[in-house]
């Protein structure tokens, strides 16, 4: 097996089983990318962590596919329901991050490329963030819009690798006194619509294009983060409603330290 093939399967292990635990997906694959010695530019380094995140929102699809539908029916029926309010509060979550990714591309693929010292600190805000958000008590209530929004703004700002995106919706969610189940399922849908949007813009622009060689490294990334993703996908769900963000808190304390000072040492940044 080649050791293209072997970085892949990993990176896809890390960024499954990362996307939906609070630690940060984007973050764990720069360390990696750094470790196993990748040399990508910045723009080739970037369409693996796309192809890798594409791979876990159909994992999310497929976990969820009974809330998909009902967005769906929400966008195309135009009722005053239910169904229709859910729909317009998953559009509204996403208008943050999609304003901050088509305003601020290019600046946004620099920061995927080796920034170890800006990971590791990404990570230690989020490790203290979950800490807070495990605290709250207060959480019966369910999504608004103007708390949808306000997700949707955690949302941007997670687009900084090492802050964690699962981490920092759910723990906004819960410090809004959303629900726990119901505030971690809005922020596994809140994702879908943005990744398979990035994905269909790299492909009108062009940014998708590859040799042939590079779908061979690609694609067995992409089955391990879809496999991976499905199983922690749901064991994220059990875990939230069980009150276990501090362990995750912990971990990424711990984590976002060694890359600092790693990359301090190594003058990485």
């Known amino acids: 097996m080649q050791t293209e093939t072997i970085h892949a399967i990993i990176l896809g292990i890390i960024q499954g089983l990362t996307e939906f635990l609070p630690v940060s997906s984007s973050g764990h694959l720069e360390i ?127 687009i900084l690798p090492g802050i964690s995106r699962s981490g920092a919706t759910i723990s906004s969610g819960l410090l809004l006194g959303i629900e726990r189940e119901q505030a971690t399922r809005f922020s596994f849908l809140m994702v879908v619509p943005l990744i398979f949007g990035k994905m269909a813009k790299d492909i009108l622009d062009g940014g998708v294009a590859m040799e042939t060689d590079a779908v061979s490294s690609l694609l067995p990334g992409f089955i391990f983060a879809f496999i991976t993703g499905y199983l922690a996908c749901v064991w994220m769900i059990r875990l939230v409603k069980n009150s276990k963000l501090s362990y995750f808190a912990w971990y990424c304390l711990a984590v976002g330290l060694a890359a600092v000072l790693y990359g301090f040492a190594n003058h990485l940044y």
Do not use: C
């Open 32 to 158: 990696a990318k750094y470790v196993l010695g990748g040399q990508q530019l910045p723009e080739e380094s970037l369409m693996m962590t796309v192809t890798l995140h594409f791979a876990t929102a159909l994992a999310t699809v497929v976990v969820f596919r009974k809330e998909i539908g009902r967005i769906l029916r929400g966008l195309f029926q135009f009722r005053n329901n239910g169904e229709t309010a859910f729909s317009l509060k998953i559009i509204l979550s996403m208008i943050p991050a999609a304003l901050v990714g088509l305003l601020l591309e290019e600046q946004i693929e620099q920061l995927f490329n080796r920034q170890i010292v800006l990971v590791g600190a990404s990570l230690m805000v989020t490790g203290f963030l979950l800490f807070w958000a495990n605290r709250s008590r207060d959480t019966q209530g369910a999504v608004t819009y103007s708390n949808a929004f306000a997700v949707g703004i955690a949302q941007a700002i997670a």
